[in-house]
């Protein structure tokens, strides 16, 4: 079985102590390939750090992630396209909205995600959408900038039936992790209402480990968990959903060469 993490923050200290043991199950696992989605300049070298390490397993995106969009985010936004400028990342991302913690930055919040928007639509590669609190507000601006080029995933998809299918329509994908296996998320619905096609696996480790570890520290080797579930939502083989869904990634992050 092969599979695809495609949103892993594998480059932060949470993974220090035992990077080697991880990545030695996520092996085991058949997770052969690590999308790891930015988040700011504090972490943006010991990311590229780690895809150095093994070029053809860890794959670096560029961008700012919303929680990190502060009264300084120009510079942090002049940080990222300079990176952006000198070489190629598979998305750029994580980028969006979060409007679940903090809303005292909602305006730039916007503009740095129009800003990353049109960057991506530039470079011609896709985007990594945070959406939390925010699906419909997400929606909204993917709307506005698709003229046919833009491309992308809803990470941590958390909507409803009719969010997924909007999103579906844009020509972007789901992005599916730990909260399928959560009793009462409502992502079953989703699930079963939409085709294999239009989902990515991912993690978000180190953060929303899959039953039974929800709580604990996520890794990529734990996507097979969520494989289970969706195999067992979709009345379909693990090998199946592995199939499609690393398809899918090698397709949308333009993998394969
Ligand atoms: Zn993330």
Known sequence: ???????????LPEFEKDASQVFE??????????LMPAIDSSTHLSMIGLEKQNPERFFCMM????????????????????????????????????????????????EAFHTQVEWAIHFDIPIVIHSRNSTDECIKVVAE?????????FHCFSGSVEQARQVIDLGFYLGIGGVV??????????????????????????????????GKRNEPSYLRYVVDKLADLKKSSAQEVAVVTTKNAEKLFNLIN
């Open 63 to 110: 961008g700012l992630h919303p929680c990190s969009v502060k009264d300084n985010f120009r510079e942090e936004l002049k940080i990222a396209r300079e990176y952006l400028d000198k070489r190629h990342f598979v998305a750029v991302g994580e980028i969006g909205l979060d409007f679940y913690w903090d809303k005292t930055f909602t305006e730039q919040q916007y």
């Open 1 to 11: 079985m092969v599979l695809i993490d495609t949103h892993s923050h594998i480059y």
């Open 145 to 153: 900038h698709q003229k046919g080029k833009l491309k992308g995933v």
């Open 25 to 34: 199950r996520a092996e085991k696992e058949g997770v052969n390939k690590v």
């Open 181 to 214: 296996t959560f009793k009462n998320a409502g992502l079953d619905k989703v699930i079963e209402s939409v085709g294999l096609e239009y989902v990515l696996l991912e993690t978000d480790a180190p953060y929303l480990a899959p039953v039974p570890f929800r």
